[in-house]
C-alpha cells in the first residue's frame, strides 16, 4: 500500500513565477492537507481539502490556492512568488477525524 | 490563539542516557497531541499521540510521552538513547482533528 506521495522532489523558481506541487493521499483517506515548513521551523498549517472543498485555512495569502479532485489527490498553487516562499511543502492526508500522514515533502526553492 | 512551546531547540545526550523533550501547549481545552519525528531530508514521521483516555502513551521505537493537563505539557521520553534517534522531533497540537499546529521542533544529537 503506496503511503502519501509527493511531486516534484525539488523545484526551482524564480521571483514572480508561478508553481503547482502534487499529492496523492493514501489509499482510503478523504482528507489533504498542506503544511510549509521553512528552514530551522516547525510545519505551518496552509489549508485542508475534503470532499473537493476547502475546508480550514491558515494564515496564508491568497497567492497560496489549491484543489482537490474527485480521486482525493490535490494540489497546492503558488502565484507570484517570493524570495521567502523557499521552504519545503508537506502533505498529509487523512481519513475523516483520523491522524494525519505525511508525504515525503517537495523543496522549492526561489531565486 | 493555541500555541505550542518546545523548551530547547537543541538537545545533546549520550548513548545509552536518558532523553526528555519538552512541549507546552496553551489553551484552555485539552487539545489532541502528538509527537512526530524528522530524519533528514524525509517528511514527519508520527511517534506517539494522545487523544482521550490513558495519559501516559507509548509509542514506536521505545518512546512515551505523558499527558498532564494542570501543567498543560506533554514531555517526550526515552529511557536508553540510540544513535538512530538522533533526529528533529515536533510536538503538535490540534482541537478540531483539522489543522495540526506544531512547535518549532528540538534537535536531538546522541553521542557515543
Known amino acids: 500500500d503506496a503511503g502519501v506521495t509527493q511531486s516534484p522532489t525539488h523545484l526551482i523558481k524564480t521571483r514572480g513565477q508561478q508553481v503547482t506541487l502534487r499529492c496523492s493521499p493514501k489509499s482510503g483517506h478523504d482528507t489533504v492537507s498542506w503544511y510549509q515548513q521553512a528552514l530551522g521551523q516547525g510545519p505551518q498549517f496552509i489549508f485542508q481539502y475534503y470532499e473537493e472543498e476547502e475546508r480550514q485555512r491558515g494564515n496564508f495569502p491568497d497567492r497560496f490556492s489549491g484543489h482537490q479532485y474527485p480521486n482525493y489527490s490535490s494540489e497546492l498553487n503558488v502565484n507570484a512568488l517570493l524570495l521567502g516562499d523557499s521552504a519545503l511543502y508537506l502533505c498529509?492526508?487523512?481519513?475523516?477525524?483520523?491522524?494525519?500522514?505525511f508525504g515525503p515533502g517537495t523543496r522549492l526553492t526561489v531565486l | 490563539a493555541q500555541s505550542v512551546t518546545q523548551l530547547g531547540s537543541h538537545v545533546s545526550v549520550s548513548e545509552g542516557a536518558l532523553v526528555l523533550l519538552r512541549c507546552n501547549y496553551s489553551s484552555s481545552v485539552p487539545p489532541y497531541l502528538f509527537w512526530y519525528v524528522q530524519y533528514p531530508n524525509q517528511g514527519l514521521q508520527l511517534l506517539l499521540k494522545?487523544?482521550?483516555?490513558?495519559?501516559l502513551v507509548k509509542g514506536i521505537n521505545g518512546f512515551e510521552a505523558e499527558f498532564k493537563k494542570s501543567e498543560t505539557s506533554f514531555h517526550l521520553t526515552k529511557p536508553s538513547a540510540h544513535m538512530s534517534d538522533a533526529a528533529e522531533y515536533f510536538c503538535a497540537v490540534t482541537f478540531t482533528r483539522g489543522a495540526l499546529i506544531f512547535g518549532k521542533g528540538t534537535t536531538l544529537s546522541v553521542s557515543s
Open positions: 498529509a492526508s487523512s481519513a475523516v477525524r483520523d491522524r494525519q500522514f
Open positions: 494522545y487523544t482521550t483516555g490513558a495519559t
